[in-house]
Structure formats: structure tokens, C-alpha cells
């Protein structure tokens, strides 16, 4: 079984958790636009270099440059192989080329995957978010912390807080969340795709509600 998968939701709630678990699970590769773009910023690239302001301030990133970076995901992807794509697209522009992208090789998306969760929540939760800037993984503090504080389980690097979950940053993102992204929501919905998940779940359940959703 392969699957082409979605993962929508506000900033924080939990889409690179529940997408590691899916990649874990089923074995279909997890993709993050963001992590791509962080590592572009890291290797000060071309693309990092337009990327890194919008980054910074919460802003998104322009289309053109986040479609520069997905087209490249994209050409080098086995569509056939299945993903789990986790933020992208994050408008209905950036929706409709993935569309054209999938149409023009004949394969279509299986199931987008909604989390839904309160904002006062999620601000808790991303006040407690570490990332290892070496292999992506992301902790959560109280919920799902490192064996050893600060220092990341799989590869030893050590965890850091992204500057764009700062509160005042966190707030323009769910502005930005709410214009841009949540209209995907009714669009996937009319394509029949759309499966929604409670993010307020513990991790376990949550993962398997969207396993669930995949089967
Ligand atoms: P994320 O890790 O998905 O929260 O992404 C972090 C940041 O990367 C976002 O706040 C945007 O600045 C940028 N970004 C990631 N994916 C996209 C996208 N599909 N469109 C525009 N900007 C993006």
C-alpha cells in the first residue's frame, strides 16, 4: 500500500510529529517544506538567501521561490513510492500547481489529513518545541522531551528553538495561517480528500487516528 498524503494545520499542531510516525509506520518518505527551506538557509544558498527574512518574521515565503524549491522535491520524487507532504502547499495556488504537478504523471493525492486544535493550546505546545538543526528531528517539551535535556536522541546534536516560534511571531503565523492555508481545507474537502484529526490527542492516539485515516 502507497500513499500520497497531505498533512494540514496551524503552526504547532504537532504535523511534523504525526508525520514521522506515518514515515515510521508505512515507510513513505516525509517531506517538510520548512525543514527544506531551513536547510537551504543553513547552507546560506541562493534560494536560502530569498527565503531567510520571510522565514524569520513568520511570513510566507513567495511562491515563486517555494514552488522553485518543491518543483526540485518534485522531479526528483517517485510519485509512485507515496509521501507525506507536510507544509506544502500552503494556499490554493500552491495546491492547484501540486494538482497540475500530479495530473501531468497521472497519479492523484489519496487523503489530506487536517489537524484541528485550539490556538491557546498550540501556543502552549510551541513554546515547548526543540529541533535538532543536524537530522530535523523535533522534541516537545513537557509532552515528548529528549532522554538527556537539550541534545537530540537520534544523532547527539544539540536542540535548539526556532527563531519563528517566539510568541509575536507565532501570532502572525496563525494570521497567516487563517488567510492563506485554511482555505485548502473546503478545497481538499470538495475533492472528497479530506480526513480531519483532533491534535489535542496524546501522541500515540493521534498518530493512530491518522494512521487510521490512511487505511
Ligand atoms: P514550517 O516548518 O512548515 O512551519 O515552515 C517554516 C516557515 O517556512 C514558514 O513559516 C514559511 O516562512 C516557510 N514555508 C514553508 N513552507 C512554505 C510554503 N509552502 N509556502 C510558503 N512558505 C513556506
Not at 10 to 36: D, I, M, N, R
Not at 69 to 87: K, N, P, Q, Y
Request: glycine fraction near 8%.
Amino acid at each position: 500500500m502507497k500513499r500520497r498524503v497531505i498533512l494540514l494545520g496551524p503552526p504547532g499542531s504537532g504535523k511534523g510529529t504525526v508525520a514521522a510516525c506515518l514515515e515510521k509506520q508505512f515507510g513513505w518518505p516525509h517531506v517538510s517544506s520548512g525543514y527544506l527551506f531551513r536547510q537551504e538557509v543553513g547552507k546560506n544558498s541562493p534560494l536560502g538567501q530569498l527565503a531567510k527574512t520571510f522565514i524569520e518574521n513568520g511570513k510566507l515565503v513567495p511562491d515563486e521561490v517555494v514552488l522553485q524549491l518543491m518543483e526540485h522535491w518534485w522531479d526528483g520524487t517517485d510519485s509512485a513510492a507515496g509521501f507525506i507532504l507536510d507544509g506544502f502547499p500552503r494556499n490554493v495556488p500552491q495546491a492547484m500547481k501540486l494538482d497540475s504537478w500530479l495530473t501531468a504523471r497521472g497519479v492523484a493525492l489519496d487523503v489530506v489529513i487536517c489537524l484541528k486544535a485550539p490556538e491557546n493550546e498550540i501556543i502552549r505546545r510551541v513554546a515547548g518545541r526543540r529541533s535538532c538543526p543536524r537530522c530535523g528531528r523535533v522534541f516537545q517539551i513537557p509532552d515528548m522531551p529528549p532522554h538527556t535535556e537539550g541534545i537530540c536522541d537520534d544523532c547527539g546534536g544539540e536542540l535548539t528553538q526556532r527563531a519563528d516560534d517566539r510568541e509575536s511571531v507565532l501570532r502572525e503565523r496563525f494570521e497567516i495561517y487563517r488567510r492563506e492555508t485554511e482555505p485548502l481545507v473546503n478545497y481538499y474537502r470538495h475533492q472528497g480528500k479530506l480526513v480531519l484529526v483532533d491534535a489535542m490527542q496524546p501522541v500515540d492516539q493521534r498518530c493512530a487516528a491518522a494512521a487510521d485515516a490512511l487505511k
